[in-house]
């Protein structure tokens, strides 16, 4: 199975990779717009600033051929910042546009709760959620966010809470997204890499 | 359902091999880091913090080198400092698979370099290290493993490094460090409660129940200790039941 990881210079990419050829994966990584095009399976990992990761791929000329790739069904897995990019605009970088393939717009989370949201946190699945499949329930996953999505989405699978209720997995048929990282979520995380794998066969 | 307090081990290092001692001083040889770092990730650590505590120019490549080996070995979070003095060295951090980088010394001699790091690679990669020494009343910031003074109180620095963007706080009572008489309380709990984001305890750790007072009593969001792990003190998973079946919310690996 070959996955194409979006690397657009900032970010989680090399963990990321590891985790997946632990997995037996074939990863490639490119910063190239006709790659992403002809990928078979998308991965755009992502951490620190939105704004950064808005940019670079709109530098890369990146935008549009990923936008391409997902409406023609390509499997997409966003991580932490990927998942915020899927959506119209963040309040991390309001003066750019999101991907804007889902409603509502990333927020800052409440300051009544220490910000970042770091460490280990539960998530609660709303339906049945098929990247948790295999992953037993009340398992902790690895959250470094202090920006996250609204929870009231169809594609949201899964919450988390931190101050407010928040998206932590969402779920199309082919567009899937995580807040934590699942490359650092110790065996939880590697089967819910694993479970998006298969799902993108 | 609410965030898990975290146990970390750290590994402190002459850049190749994990060294020990008390205050800083007195080095000893405690281990293979990467060895250290398997075990640890098997026993359900909730991050690992690396440290080069040499920081010597000649050490840095050995020590880019161990990052590199460690964090093949893990499947959770890495920490990594120790001499990190520019947007350079924290990008050699980083590009050898550390997830956040740890700053000490070098931001009390340039604040900005916090700034710099935050604007880089987000607020959550930056870890402002703190070593306190009570004074009266209050807590002073040190620098150069604890032995030299600075102009600045602990809590005033710590409210400063969040302002410039640092997300996590690793806080070590100079006082404790060494001793395993249990953490600082009262400095870790005025700190904690005193600024916006996380604060890992450090300094001190030798019983469970010194964990389950800093979580309660100091308010610590994460907890850190070395030799009581490196020396099989005290096991991580008997620690985290401990901590559990006291009503403290933890991760048990599965």
Not at chain 2, 101 to 119: G, H
Not at chain 2, 126 to 151: C, F, H, M, Y
Request: hydrophobic share 45%; aromatic share 6%; proline share 5%.
């Amino acid at each position: 199975m070959i996955v194409t990881l979006i690397d657009y210079g900032a970010g989680n990419v090399t963990s990321v990779a590891g985790a997946l050829r632990r997995l037996g994966a074939d990863v490639h990584t490119t910063d190239q717009p006709e790659e992403l095009t002809t990928a078979t399976c998308l991965i755009l990992p992502g951490v620190g600033h939105c704004a950064a990761l808005l940019r670079s791929l709109d530098a890369h000329g990146l935008r549009q051929p990923l936008l391409t790739a997902i409406s023609r069904g390509t499997p997409f897995l966003g991580i932490c910042l990927g998942l915020q990019a899927l959506y119209k605009s963040s309040a991390e970088a309001p003066e750019l546009t999101g991907l804007g393939l889902l409603h509502g717009n990333v927020d800052l989370l409440p300051q009544t709760v220490k910000l970042p949201h770091m460490g280990w946190n539960q998530v609660r699945p709303l339906r049945d959620c098929r990247l948790l499949r295999n992953i037993p329930c009340g398992a902790y996953f690895y959250f470094a966010h202090s920006y996250a999505a609204p929870a009231g989405s169809p594609a949201t699978a899964a919450t988390c809470e931190h101050g407010h209720e928040f998206t932590a997995i969402l779920e199309t048929e082919r567009i899937f997204g995580v807040q934590f990282h699942p490359e650092k979520s110790g065996a939880p995380g590697t089967t819910l890499l694993d479970n998006f794998l298969r799902l993108a066969v | 359902m609410s965030l898990a307090h975290r146990i970390i081990p750290c590994l402190d290092t002459d850049g190749s091999r994990v060294v020990k001692g008390v205050h800083f001083e007195g080095l000893r040889d405690a281990g293979d880091p990467v060895e250290l770092a398997a075990r640890y990730n098997a026993e359900g650590a909730d991050e690992l913090v690396v440290l080069d505590i040499a920081a010597a120019r000649d050490s840095r490549p050995t020590f880019l080198e161990t990052i590199r080996r460690v964090a093949e070995q893990l499947n959770i979070p890495l920490s990594a400092g120790g001499g990190i003095r520019s947007l350079d060295d924290a990008r050699s951090v980083v590009r050898a698979g550390a997830d956040k980088v740890t700053v000490n010394t070098a931001a009390i001699e340039r604040p900005e370099l916090i700034s710099e790091l935050s604007r880089e690679f987000g607020a959550q990669a930056v870890v402002l290290a703190i070593d306190a020494k009570r004074e009266n009343e209050s807590w002073q910031v040190r620098v150069r493993g604890g032995r030299v003074a600075t102009p600045w109180n602990a809590l005033d620095w710590a409210q400063r490094g969040v302002e410039l963007g640092a997300g996590e706080i690793l806080l070590t009572s100079v006082d404790r460090d060494g001793t395993q008489s249990g953490f600082d309380l009262a400095l870790t709990a005025a700190i904690s409660r005193g600024i916006t984001v996380p604060v890992i305890a450090s300094g001190g750790a030798k019983l469970p129940q010194h964990f389950l007072e800093v979580f309660i009593e100091g308010a610590a969001d994460a907890a850190l200790a070395a030799s009581i792990f490196h020396d099989q003190v005290q096991s991580i998973r008997a620690l985290k039941s401990y901590l559990q079946s006291n009503g403290v919310e933890v991760r048990l690996p599965c």
